[in-house]
């Protein structure tokens, strides 16, 4: 059984630091990555990870200022996040699952592996 759990969530001020952690159990997907939803929007993409960690991509909106690894040995995907702002408010949320032939941002709107998710909040 897939198992995916999120940790790392909180409330900060613009411009500070959060680290998101993803522990995977179960199985080793070959994509794994994090997309958040705020309220009233569309889940969207935020990085993913490719074959244990040699394929990044990153949205837009967060280059520069997030990071994305992964722990092989351990099956933890980390996400590390700097210069916050407002509009980083949103539930978190790790997936994992098989390429396809597709980019993991794509693949991994269909997977049927997600963690429970954890809320981050940026006040200004």
């Known amino acids: 059984r897939v198992e995916l759990v999120e940790s790392g969530g909180g409330s900060v001020q613009a411009g500070e630091s959060l680290r998101l952690s993803c522990k995977g159990s179960?199985?080793?997907?070959?994509?794994m990555g994090w997309f958040r939803q705020a309220p009233g929007k569309e889940r969207e993409v935020v990085a993913t990870?490719?074959?244990?960690?040699?394929?990044?991509y990153y949205a837009d909106s967060v280059k520069g200022r997030f990071a994305i690894s992964i722990n092989n040995h351990y099956n933890i995907l980390t996400l590390q996040m700097n210069r916050l702002k407002p509009e980083d408010t949103a539930m978190y949320y790790c997936?994992?699952?098989?390429?396809?032939?597709?980019?993991?941002?794509?693949?991994?709107?269909?997977?049927?592996?997600w963690g429970q998710g954890t809320q981050v909040t940026v006040s200004s």
């Open positions: 997936a994992a699952g098989v390429s396809n032939g597709s980019p993991c941002p794509e693949a991994l709107r269909d997977s049927p592996y």
């Open positions: 990870s490719y074959g244990g960690g040699t394929t990044m």
């Open positions: 179960g199985y080793r997907y070959i994509c």
